[in-house]
Each structure stands twice: as structure tokens, then as C-alpha cells.
């Protein structure tokens, strides 16, 4: 059985980090694209960050561009979010996924099929 | 950057037809639209993946549908269960970096 279990939430300081974890089980993440995902208080879901399976390409949204790190580490099967300089703005739940293909012929796109339960960051001084 | 715009809210009774938009110049046939529903304090579930494809147990009610810059998430004989919030999302290859964009979101009410 798939399963993503988010941690490292918790209450931080603006201006200060925080890392979040995501431990993967019934899967290998090196073999996956994976993403953060998060939720403000009230508000829609917000894509953070990708990074790719072999290439480990990565991509970030412009709201946290420079000031976040997505990682992945395959020997403890592990997605992770370095998140620096934050705001008070950043204040959310925060989601791992995992990206699969479509049936083919359309194989070349992908979706999440995936979720873990979330971790709350809350920005505050 | 793409935009996908959603109606805010959606009313439907049960046993009708709900139909959830997601419009931009984003959706067009050749791309691929994922849905997403979000019940309170639960993480998002894929309901529908490229355009109308239905993930194993997910119910045949729920359906997609593309038409000009406009896909469309029908949920046929609503039930109580299906209130919820529904987002849809794409891949967005257009810009200097590439990324995934998700709607606003619809909240469907069954009245």
C-alpha cells in the first residue's frame, strides 16, 4: 500500500526555517516525480515544488522561489522541504504527492495519485 | 502563467446532475485536466484524471469533459457524500520554469 507521512511542522518565528519530511512506504521515491503542495487557512490548494525522478529536475512556484529547497534522499526513501526566510504568509498545511503517468498513448502526462495527510507550519511571531 | 478560473460555488440537489467548470487559455483537448476533491480536514483525492479517466473506486457517477478552453467535472445522481470542495489542475510547461497550476476551487453544496 502506498503511503506518505508528512512531518516537521510546527510553530516558527518570521524570518525563520523549518524542514519538513515526507516518509514514503510501498514505493520507492526514486523512481517518482514528487511535489509539495500547501493550504492556507480557508484558501485553495497551492502548488510549492517538484522534483524529478532520474534527472531530479526541480521546480518551484514563484511565491517561494529562492527561499525553498525540495530534496529527496533514496536511501531513507524520503521527500524533504527546506524552507528559509519565512513569512507569515507561508502559514498552511503542507502536502507531499506522488506523480504517476496516464494510461497510455497520453503517458507523457502526469497527475497526482497520491496525498499525504499534511503537516501544519504556522508563521508567527 | 496559466490561470484556471472556478465558480466559486456550485448548489445541486441529489439525484441531479452537477456540472463544475474550469475555464482558461490553459485547457484546450491536447492537455491534460486532473480533478480533485477535498472533503473538511482531509487531504485532496483524485476523482478524475486526464479530462474523464475515473481512478480504481472512484464511482462511474463522476465524469469529465473538455469543450474549447473549458473542462468540465460531472458528477450524474449527486448524493450527500459528494459535498465537497473540487479543484482542477494542469501542468503548466509554458513559462521559464515549468509547474502545476490548480483552480480556485469549487465548493459544491447538495442542497
Known amino acids: 500500500e502506498v503511503q506518505l507521512v508528512e512531518s516537521g511542522g510546527g510553530l516558527v518565528q518570521p524570518g525563520g526555517s523549518l524542514r519538513l519530511s515526507c516518509a514514503a512506504s510501498g514505493f520507492n521515491v526514486s523512481n517518482y516525480k514528487m511535489n509539495w503542495v500547501r493550504q492556507g487557512p480557508g484558501k485553495g490548494l497551492e502548488w510549492i515544488s517538484h522534483i524529478g525522478s532520474s534527472i531530479r529536475t526541480m521546480y518551484y512556484a514563484d511565491s517561494v522561489k529562492g527561499r525553498f529547497t525540495i530534496s529527496r534522499d533514496d536511501a531513507k526513501n524520503s521527500l524533504y522541504l527546506q524552507m528559509d526566510s519565512l513569512r507569515a504568509e507561508d502559514t498552511a498545511v503542507y502536502y507531499c504527492?506522488?506523480?504517476?503517468?496516464?494510461?497510455?498513448?497520453?503517458?507523457?502526462?502526469?497527475?497526482?495519485?497520491?496525498w499525504g495527510q499534511g503537516t501544519l507550519v504556522t508563521v508567527s511571531s | 502563467s496559466f490561470v484556471l478560473t472556478q465558480p466559486p460555488s456550485v448548489s445541486v440537489s441529489p439525484g441531479q446532475t452537477a456540472m463544475l467548470t474550469c475555464g482558461g487559455g490553459a485547457v484546450h483537448p491536447k492537455i491534460a485536466v486532473h480533478w480533485y476533491q477535498q472533503k473538511p480536514g482531509q487531504a485532496p483525492v483524485l476523482v478524475v484524471f486526464d479530462e474523464s479517466d475515473r481512478p480504481s473506486g472512484i464511482p462511474e457517477r463522476f465524469s469529465g469533459s473538455i469543450s474549447g478552453n473549458t473542462a468540465t467535472l460531472i458528477i450524474s445522481r449527486v448524493e450527500a457524500e459528494d459535498e465537497a470542495d473540487y479543484y482542477c489542475q494542469v501542468w503548466d510547461s509554458s513559462r521559464d520554469s515549468a509547474g502545476w497550476v490548480f483552480g480556485g476551487g469549487t465548493k459544491l453544496t447538495v442542497l
Open positions: 504527492t506522488r506523480e504517476i503517468p496516464a494510461r497510455p498513448p497520453r503517458d507523457a502526462f502526469y497527475y497526482f495519485d497520491s
